[in-house]
Every structure is written in structure tokens, then in C-alpha cells.
């Protein structure tokens, strides 16, 4: 039935149909422009404006309530895209950020969409704020980008009465395009928190946005573009100072397992360009001082955790192999690589990546060698096909040779083939075939998933099908559950008001549910969701009531937490959510939620709290706090877990984060300092201070010994050849 309603071919492949003559141009000029967000050179005056921009939120294809106008310049050094953002209350403009991937959603700012090889697939995505913060990203889908990718480029903005005002310069060599480009997809969006709205040039609709690359606009303007550069390079020298590690006895005694030590090191990253669209990646003793480090989290089920991967040369380029349901089934988890089982480093003294397009092939191949006691050789091969638009059929391999699994191997085949039901709604099938084996003349195993995905602007829902043997196991990827069939999916009803009025949209989730089963049919476990009630308003704040129930059969005991054990058996229960999410605009944002219900044979109370308080534009700070408390019939226990954070920004190129994060499971505190300043554009200086005490002892916490400590320092110098 959903078929009929296709548009012709397929919604094809999001052409533009409007008049070439009329297109904007980027006006090609052989003067250099002085980057300092005062647009006074005369070549601005003579570019093209673009100004048809149109409301997506509050009022679909609504006039702005401000101007704004964009121009663009092709000059030697790279493309300039300079921005007036006209607002006749520009004093009351937010301006909270000024650290480098600070998101900015709460802030006013600006986003650009660059679609260097017009082929509605592949983009890079550019963001700032008044204070000239930089942000910047990589297109993955429609839904999701990569936001770990960091490109060389630069931004500077100033402020009138009139409004304020952006000067952006990428150049060439950060873009991907063909040698004969003439035209570059794009688009632009400005955003205003004091009235919650989001205006676009083109794909303005609800159910598309900025990354909607269908819908793209065409700029014109582009010839004769310099080739990228022959190489880039990243050479780092690194000094680091650890103090002794020890470990504590409950009364307060410690013993030295280190002793304290100094270190130096070098390292190497080369980009060089196979292809003006396929680029090679070499890497040599790489090191990741400048990392995010993980959140701890108190794990109360039987099912492993899924942390995040945040190394850079990882984290780059990531998107392509992706394959498999994530965070469930996936065929390559990076973090199997360089890292052991506890998240502590393993020497990698070389690897290499390849990633790109040649023609209508996405292309990815990592290859690492690791050292200490893992010793291993880990390959991974990636192709994609274009199909149907923005679909796509692909396979995906990996080999991982160590003294552990020698000769583990692991491939597959997936597709996505997304459709748009008229002009508006999206419909996506997708699904994956893998099988993985253990090591030489190992067990073998396979994976099969099939989804369906209507995911739109008034209902998002999917239903998905999983089945996992028992023996799929790729060496370098993750499975939560194994011997398994899995039905999951959700049904959710989101619609608007008719009239104009605080509520922006409700939000109704009639079922969402995971339900998973053995081989042999027995129900293992399942959740089961129900929203009788959710609201977004038009403030951007949040609010919603859920419903919860649980089902869960294990085999054999296991421990939730140390001295707590869930015996084998059959178990189910019922649970209630009430959730808030403040608007993230405000200069204070508050989230809360409580939970209550039964859990196994007993009972379990969770709340959680964080505040987040933003004075502009230099401090941002953050407090999480989470309690479990947990009550079984033999034992009874709190878990209080807390995260705080704190950044300050000297200026755009100079910052300052505290992390700090304490549980009283692992009896554990952490304090990651790190001070980031960008030199110049790619170049940066990083001083890392890393620590570790233990809690719970008799004589309280022992500050002056930690576990573990180490100061970092690090500089990465950027150039091109």
C-alpha cells in the first residue's frame, strides 16, 4: 500500500529543476580577502546575494522574522562565504560558546553545507557563532554526521547596530570536488534561539533540513580550481611526566606497582590524495593524549556497555564502515583495535587508511599493526554502491591476526534503499547478511537484519528484525547478545497543533518495544514502552510520561553489582518515567528525571539531575548526578554517580575543560584537565593532566597519592606540500 504513493523515479534523485540562468554564482576574483568579519573588500559588494531563505521551525516555509544575506568568493587561497545576519534586537543575541566542536545549538548562528562533488551524498558542514567559534562536521545520512571530523578553515565575525556579521574561509584543499567542477551543491542555515527558528536557503520542509542533500541548492561560479595539495602532514612531539601507580588496601595502605616516570615521543600523520576525491591517511606511532576520556557508568544489567570511540584517526572518516545495528550488532567496533578490554592504550606503530569516492563507489580500508601484548594485525575493507539516490548496496570484510584469535575473519553484505511517499514523507529499507569466524578452523556464525523505517516530521516508525547465532563473533566488532532472534521497532505519533500556540508538537509513543528470543524460541528478555503523554514546546522545552515493562529470563546467576546477585529464572516488572528537558538556549538548562517501579524481585528508585549554567561568552559548566537505589529481597544498595565539567574559553583559539566524575560502585574518582590552543589553523598545543583516587577508604581520600597521574604535553604542527 505505501508503494502507490512513491514519487516518480523513486523521488528521484532530488534534481533541481530550477532556471541554471538563475542559479548564484561564487564570484572567482584574484584579490585575497583580509579575514576579520568586517565585509568591506570591494568584491562582495559585486557577488551574488542569496537571500530566499524560508522558515522550517516555527512556521513551515515561513518568512524569517530577520534578514539575512549570503555572498560568496572563489579567491586564490579558498572559498569565502561572508554572512549578514541582519537583527534589529542584536544585543539580545546569545553568544555562549566560544570553544573549538562546541555544538552552539543554544547559541545565534550560522551553518554552511558543502556538497563539493554535487553528488548529494558526500558533504562537509561548517558552523559559527558571533563569538567566531568554530564547529564543523561530516555528512553521514539524513539523520546522522560525523561530528568528530575536524577540517582547516577559519572564521571571524564583527557587530553593529545593524546586526552581526561572519567572514568564512575554507580552502581549497579542505573541500573534495572533481578536476572540471563548475558547480558545488550547498546550503545554509541560520538559527535564533530568542524565538526558537530555523530558516534555510533550500530543503526547508520539515521532514528535510541541512542535511537533506536532495534538496541541496546549486552554486555556480567554480573553474579552473587548484588540485589539492601533494601531502599533508602532522608530525607531534610529545612529553609526559606519570606519577607512581599504586594500589590501596581498605584501610588506607598502598603499594607501588610503577614507579614514577618521564617519557618523550614522536609521531606522524600523512594525508595524501590518491585521487582528488579518494585520500590516504598513514599514520605512525599515533597517540590520542588529546582524546575525550570515557564516562564511567554503572553497568545494573547482564549485557555489556558500548562506549563511544574518540580517537581521532578513528573517529575520521568513521561513517563508511559502519554495518550492522549499532551498538548491537556491529561487524567493526574500532575500539577493538589500540585499545584492551579495560580501555587502556596499546601501542600502534603503524596503520594506514584509505577513503573516498571513484565514481558512483564509496570506498574505506583500514589497516593497523598493534605491539605490546596484543601483537595484531587488524584489516578491514569497505565498499559502497550508489542506488536509487541516496541508496546504496555494499560489503564490508575484516581480518584480525593475533595471539589470542589468529586468523579471525568476518565479511558481509548490506544495503539501504530509502523513498520519498509523495513529495514530503521518507521510507527506508534496509538490512544486513554476515557471518563471522572465530580464528583458524573456528566456529562460524552469522547475523541477519532487515529494518523498515518511515522516520518523518508527525510519525516515526520502524520495525526491525535481528537474528544472531550463537557463534557470530567478529574479532573486531561488538554483539551485545549472542544465540539470539530479536523483534524490535516503535511507533511514534508526533503531531502539531492546528493553531499557533505554545505547544509546538505532542508526542505520543503507542509501542516501543525490543523482544528477544533464543534459538530454540524461549523468550530471553524484552522491554516494552508506552508515551501516553509528551510535548515540545515552542520555548524548546520538553516533557514526557513513560510507561515501562521488563521481561527477563537468565539462565544462570549473575552479579547486577559486586555482593548482589540475580539468581536464574523468570522475571517481570512494571515501571513509571516522568522526564523534563529544558530548552537548551537558556543561559541555565535544567534536565530531570525520576523512575520508579519494580525491578527483578524487588524495587528500584532512579533519578537523575543535570543543570547546565552558561555565562556568556567565556564559561560553560555542568553538573550531572545520577542515584540508583535498588532493593532485593537479600540485598539492598545506592549507586550515586557524578559528572562535572567545566569549560572555559579565553578565546575561540584558546581553551580549558575540566571533567571530573566519581561513583561510589567502583569507588573511583577522575579528573581530566586539558588546555587546547590552536596556534594557527590545524596547528595545536595540548597540556593534558590525568588522574585517579580511590573512595571508600578508612582514612578518606587519599589526594596527594592517586592511583594513577600524568601531565601531558603535546604539539602538532600542521603544513602542506
Not at 345 to 365: D, S
Not at 590 to 601: H, N, R, T, V
Request: aromatic content about 10%.
Amino acid at each position: 500500500m505505501l508503494l502507490c504513493g512513491l514519487a516518480p523515479s523513486l523521488s528521484a534523485q532530488g534534481a533541481d529543476h530550477r532556471n541554471v540562468d538563475a542559479l548564484p554564482s561564487a564570484r572567482a576574483t584574484a584579490s585575497r580577502i583580509r579575514l576579520d568579519g568586517v565585509l568591506d573588500e570591494p568584491d562582495w559588494a559585486l557577488a551574488d546575494s542569496i537571500t530566499d531563505f524560508h522558515q522550517k521551525e516555527p512556521v513551515e516555509g515561513g518568512t524569517p522574522s530577520e534578514r539575512t544575506v549570503v555572498r560568496l568568493l572563489a579567491t586564490p587561497a579558498g572559498l569565502a562565504i561572508g554572512w549578514w545576519n541582519y537583527d534589529r534586537h542584536v544585543d539580545a543575541r546569545v553568544r555562549t560558546q566560544l570553544r573549538r566542536d562546541a555544538t552552539l545549538r543554544s547559541d545565534d548562528y550560522v551553518s554552511l553545507m558543502i556538497d563539493g562533488l554535487s553528488d548529494q551524498r558526500s558533504a562537509f558542514y561548517f558552523r559559527t557563532n558571533s563569538n567566531g567559534a568554530l564547529w564543523d562536521g561530516e555528512h553521514v545520512n539524513i539523520e546522522n554526521g560525523n561530528e568528530e571530523w575536524d577540517g582547516i578553515w577559519d572564521a571571524r565575525t564583527s557587530v553593529s547596530a545593524d546586526g552581526w556579521f561572519v567572514e568564512m574561509l575554507i580552502p581549497w584543499a579542505t573541500l573534495r570536488y572533481r578536476r572540471d567542477v563548475a558547480s558545488m551543491g550547498m546550503n545554509f542555515r541560520r538559527f535564533l534561539p530568542r524565538t526558537n527558528e530555523e530558516i534555510l536557503w533550500r530543503a526547508w520542509k520539515r521532514t528535510q533540513g541541512l542535511r537533506f542533500l536532495e534538496e541541496e541548492g546549486i552554486v555556480n561560479g567554480f573553474r579552473d580550481l587548484p588540485p589539492r595539495a601533494r601531502a599533508e602532514f602532522r608530525p607531534y612531539l610529545l612529553a609526559e611526566a606519570a606519577a607512581p601507580e599504586r594500589a590501596y588496601q581498605p584501610n588506607g595502605d598502598s603499594d607501588v606497582l610503577s614507579a614514577a616516570r618521564g617519557d618523550a615521543a614522536v609521531g606522524l600523520d600523512v594525508k595524501l590524495p590518491v585521487t582528488p576525491t579518494l585520500t590516504a591517511d598513514l599514520t605512525a606511532f599515533p597517540d590520542f593524549a588529546q582524546a575525550e576520556v570515557d564516562r564511567q557508568v554503572v553497568n545494573l544489567s547482564r549485557f555489556p556497555l558500548f562506549f563511544p570511540e574518540q580517537r581521532p584517526f578513528f573517529t575520521e572518516g568513521a561513517s563508511i564502515f559502519h554495518f550492522g545495528r549499532l551498538e548491537q550488532a556491529q561487524l567493526f567496533y574500532s575500539r577493538r583495535i589500540g585499545l584492551g578490554r579495560d580501555g587502556t592504550p596499546v601501542e600502534i606503530p603503524v596503520g594506514a587508511r584509505m577513503q573516498g569516492r571513484a565514481g558512483a563507489y564509496q570506498l574505506g580500508f583500514l589497516a593497523v599493526r598493534t605491539g605490546d601484548e596484543e601483537q595484531a594485525t587488524d584489516l578491514v575493507a569497505r565498499v559502497r554502491r550508489d542506488v536509487l539516490g541516496r541508496g546504496f548496496v555494499g560489503a564490508m570484510s575484516s581480518f584480525s591476526d593475533s595471539r589470542a584469535r589468529p586468523g579471525s575473519l568476518a565479511g558481509g553484505l548490506d544495503f539501504e534503499i530509502p523513498f520519498i511517499l509523495g513529495d514530503r514523507d521518507n521510507l527506508a529499507f534496509l538490512g544486513n547478511a554476515a557471518w563471522s569466524r572465530d580464528s583458524v578452523g573456528g566456529a562460524t556464525g552469522a547475523h541477519y537484519r532487515f529494518v523498515v523505517d518511515y522516520p518523518n516530521d508527525h510519525a516515526d516508525i520502524v520495525a526491525r528484525f535481528d537474528r544472531v547465532d550463537a557463534a557470530y563473533d567478529p574479532a573486531l566488532g561488538f554483539v551485545s547478545q549472542r544465540g539470539i532472534q530479536r523483534v524490535s521497532g516503535a511507533t511514534r505519533i508526533t503531531p502539531r497543533p492546528a493553531r499557533t500556540s505554545r505547544i509546538r508538537r505532542w508526542e505520543f509513543d503507542l509501542l516501543t518495544y525490543d523482544v528477544v528470543w533464543d534459538l530454540d524460541g524461549r523468550l530471553d528478555n524484552a522491554a516494552y514502552t508506552v508515551r501516553p503523554f509528551g510535548a515540545q514546546f515552542q520555548t524548546g522545552d520538553r516533557v514526557e510520561v513513560n510507561l515501562i515493562r521488563r521481561e527477563d529470563r537468565p539462565s544462570s546467576d549473575f552479579d547486577i553489582v559486586p555482593g548482589s546477585t540475580i539468581t536464574a529464572g523468570d522475571y517481570a516488572w512494571n515501571r513509571a518515567q516522568l522526564r523534563y528537558v529544558g530548552a537548551n538556549v537558556r543561559r541555565f538548562v535544567l534536565e530531570a528525571s525520576a523512575e520508579a517501579g519494580e525491578f527483578y524481585d524487588g524495587d528500584r528508585r532512579d533519578a537523575s539531575l543535570g543543570m547546565l549554567l552558561r555565562l556568556q561568552p567565556h564559561l560553560e559548566l555542568r553538573l550531572d548526578a545520577i542515584r540508583n537505589d535498588v532493593r532485593l529481597p537479600a540485598t539492598a544498595f545506592v549507586v550515586n554517580t557524578l559528572r562535572f565539567r567545566g569549560d572555559y574559553a579565553f578565546t575561540p583559539r584558546l581553551t580549558a575543560t575540566m571533567f571530573a566524575q566519581m561513583d561510589d560502585q567502583s569507588d573511583r574518582a577522575a579528573l581530566n584537565a586539558r588546555l587546547r590552543w590552536t596556534t594557527s589553523p590545524g596547528s595545536d598545543l595540548y597540556v593534558v593532566w590525568n588522574s585517579a583516587w580511590p573512595l571508600g577508604l578508612d582514612r578518606g581520600i587519599p589526594w596527594e597519592r592517586p592511583i594513577r597521574g600524568g601531565l601531558v604535553a603535546k604539539y602538532v604542527r600542521f603544513f602542506r606540500m
